[in-house]
């Protein structure tokens, strides 16, 4: 069973940085896509950035790309997201998430970011 476990959120004023981990256990191959989805109050969750454990892809969302990076380790088991650049509206609960080709959709039970000055 993949388990997942994120660290790192906090208050940040605007135009700020903060770093994201998420350290997974449980992998038994490489066969998924590992990254960051978020929620806002009162709002759906949306994708952050994921990236893809066998071919080092990433996606990000519309509203991150250029703010955002998310990288790994060699082992492909835990996932950064930098963010920087911070903005009001970028204040969420922040997720780690696994989707593994054959066994689905995993999560974290989240880390909140608060942005505001």
């Given at each position: 069973?993949?388990?997942?476990?994120?660290?790192?959120?906090?208050?940040?004023?605007?135009?700020?940085?903060?770093?994201?981990?998420?350290?997974?256990?449980?992998?038994?191959?490489?066969?998924?896509?590992?990254?960051?989805?978020?929620?806002?109050?009162?709002?759906?969750?949306?994708?952050?950035?994921?990236?893809?454990?066998?071919?080092?892809?990433?996606?990000?969302?519309?509203?991150?790309?250029?703010?955002?990076?998310?990288?790994?380790?060699?082992?492909?088991?835990?996932?950064y997201l930098?963010?920087?650049?911070?903005?009001?509206?970028?204040?969420?609960?922040?997720?780690?998430?696994?989707?593994?080709?054959?066994?689905?959709?995993?999560?974290?039970?989240?880390?909140?970011?608060?942005?505001?000055?």
């Amino acid at each position: 069973q993949i388990q997942l476990v994120e660290s790192g959120g906090g208050l940040v004023q605007p135009g700020g940085s903060l770093t994201l981990s998420c350290v997974g256990s449980g992998f038994t191959d490489r066969r998924y896509a590992m990254g960051w989805y978020r929620q806002a109050p009162g709002k759906e969750r949306e994708l952050v950035a994921l990236a893809s454990a066998v071919s080092g892809s990433t996606r990000y969302g519309d509203s991150v790309r250029d703010r955002f990076t998310i990288s790994s380790d060699n082992a492909k088991t835990t996932v950064y997201l930098q963010m920087n650049s911070l903005k009001p509206e970028d204040t969420a609960v922040y997720y780690c998430n696994v989707v593994h080709l054959d066994t689905g959709d995993y999560w974290g039970k989240g880390t909140l970011v608060i942005v505001s000055s």
